[in-house]
């Protein structure tokens, strides 16, 4: 996944007090994203339940200001 965002206009890393509102939260600032990751997910036999599974996936989230995220995931299900 790609995502590209311009800036608000309030976002500035400058200290001046020229502007009524401003912010430096890299969040509103103009960036690139991407998102890469995979996930494997496994039907178990039934067991003591109707259904069972199971998920694990890794994802990694980098944005061109120099965030960078590491996720892991994990689920087990089951119907009663």
Do not use: C
């Not at 960036?31 to 990751?37: K, L, N, R, S």
């Amino acid at each position: 996944r790609y995502h590209t965002q311009t800036a608000a206009d309030f976002f500035t890393t400058l200290g001046t007090r020229a502007t009524m509102y401003r912010t430096a939260d890299s969040d509103l600032g103009a960036f690139d994203a991407q998102t890469a990751g995979f996930k494997v997910t496994a039907d178990l036999p039934s067991l003591p339940f109707r259904s069972a599974h199971i998920d694990a996936g890794y994802e990694r989230y980098w944005r061109t200001d120099g965030l960078t995220v590491n996720v892991a995931l994990w689920q087990a299900g089951a119907r009663f």
